[in-house]
């Protein structure tokens, strides 16, 4: 007789019992699943080799020292001061270079691919959740990142990265329109975090935020 017969035989007489037996043996079943196939499974994962980076910011700095002169900062002190965000977390950059167009991007990201180093990337960097922080190159994306246009049917608009939420309100205040999503930071969050966050707020809910409002994006991917 199969297990599933001696089960039913034993539990004949109460069917409440038989099918809490049922599923006790599936539960088990599935745990003996999990331990035989997706264990090990996580097991290799964890062993599997680790991608090495040379993690050379010296060399980094040095070549980026070429291109941005004296926007590169590797003394401690501008680390330090650029290293703090609106989070609790304290992560102090390797590097602190700020960025003013797309082709200073791509050539970050060259050097960057040259000597290893990851970059992490910030506007205002007014997120309390740390995601603008950085122990390696942290680019900063504000400054002369301010571009602001409404198209002509004053049904969408473009930002740049650096323009601050509320100037974004400002551009389409004398069409009654306004972004959608509207932190509580709005006043000092530019739309690189706000859009890279998805933020919302009190009023936009999920409905209205970032992801939910976007109509087009103009990305730099990791090869420039």
């Given at each position: 007789m199969s297990i599933d017969g001696l089960l039913r035989q034993g539990f004949r007489i109460c069917p409440y019992s038989w099918k809490y037996a049922q599923g006790k043996v599936s539960a088990l079943f599935s745990a003996l699943v999990f331990i035989a196939v997706y264990l090990p499974l996580c097991c290799g994962l964890c062993f599997m080799n680790k991608v090495q980076l040379k993690l050379d910011f010296e060399g980094f700095a040095a070549k980026a020292k070429e291109h941005f002169n004296d926007r590169v900062y590797t003394?401690?002190?501008r680390r330090f001061a650029y290293g703090t965000d609106a989070s609790c977390y304290r992560y102090i950059p390797k590097?602190?270079?700020r960025?003013?167009?797309e082709s200073e991007i791509q050539t970050i990201c060259a050097l960057a691919q040259e000597f290893e180093t990851p970059l992490t990337f910030r506007a205002a960097g007014t997120s309390l959740s740390g995601q603008a922080s950085s122990e390696s190159?942290?680019?900063?994306?504000?400054a002369r990142w301010q571009k602001i246009k409404v198209s002509d049917d004053k049904k969408s608009i473009f930002l740049d990265c650096g323009v601050i939420g509320c100037e974004a309100n400002e551009a389409l205040k004398p069409y009654s329109l306004k972004i959608?999503?509207?932190p509580a930071t709005i006043n000092n969050a530019m739309i690189g975090g706000i859009f890279n966050n998805n933020s919302s707020g009190m009023c936009c809910g999920v409905k209205q935020n970032s992801y939910n409002t976007i109509k087009s994006v103009r990305v730099i991917l990791r090869d420039g």
């Open positions: 003394d401690f002190l590097v602190v270079i960025a003013f167009d190159v942290l680019v900063i994306a504000n959608g999503p509207d």
